[in-house]
């Protein structure tokens, strides 16, 4: 039976590395949310890539293991998904990295970027638009395609799972190469 995960402050979590403690903070967010902007101590390890059985492997059970992410939805997933595994002394770090920087505690700043957030709206947004518009002028039946984001959001919403997130996650323009460069669209030729 899976409890629910601990939680610490940014600040807390700040002072603790400040002290000299060891923290192990893991970013789960995505490559180019964590090259934005991330918590000086973290690394990234995204959330759709995280093995929880590997992570864990050889590794420590007393030092506790903190995650972090945006405002907190994705570092709570990650660690549920360890208390799954049987893990403990697992920490969500509450707030997430906006409340990290909030607090004015260390970041590193990299180059912005737009959102995963803000591409799921203008996709979604996108979709409704074409579906209608192709629904007046051409064909009803395209209204189903409205229908269907409409739906798709209503479950994110309610499941807290985001399927066009998630896929657009994985597009070249949202990953980053070992460099910490953005990865290119292939070229046309």
Same mark, same amino acid.
């Given at each position: 039976?899976?409890?629910?995960? %601990? ?13 000299? +403690?060891?923290?192990? %903070? ?9 090259? +934005? ?39 709570? =997933?990650?660690?549920?998904?360890? %208390? ?9 770090? +509450?707030? /997430? ?19 995963? +957030? ?10 409704? %638009?074409?579906?209608? /518009? ?36 994985? =597009? ?16 046309? /030729?």
């Amino acid at each position: 039976m899976t409890t629910e995960p %601990l939680t610490i402050t940014p600040a807390e979590l700040n002072a603790k590395a400040a002290r000299g +403690e060891p923290v192990e %903070l893991i970013d789960v967010r995505t490559p180019i949310e964590f090259r +934005e902007v991330h918590a000086t101590p973290a690394r990234n390890l995204p959330l759709d890539t995280l093995d929880a059985r590997a992570l864990l492997e050889g590794r420590d059970k007393d030092k506790p293991l903190y995650f972090i992410c945006k405002g907190g939805d994705r570092g709570r =997933m990650a660690c549920r998904k360890l %208390l799954d595994a049987g893990a403990q002394k697992i920490v969500n770090a +509450e707030g /997430g990295t906006q409340a990290w920087t909030a607090a004015g505690l260390p970041v590193v700043q990299g180059k912005n970027a737009v959102s995963l +957030e803000r591409q799921v709206r203008i996709a979604a947004g996108t979709l409704v %638009l074409i579906g209608i /518009g192709l629904g007046v002028l051409v064909n009803p039946y395209w209204l189903g395609l409205s229908a269907f984001v409409g739906a798709g959001l209503v479950f994110a919403g309610i499941t807290d799972t985001c399927g066009m997130g998630m896929l657009m996650a994985k =597009m070249p323009w949202n990953r980053v190469n070992p460099d910490g460069k953005a990865c290119k669209l292939p070229a046309r /030729g």
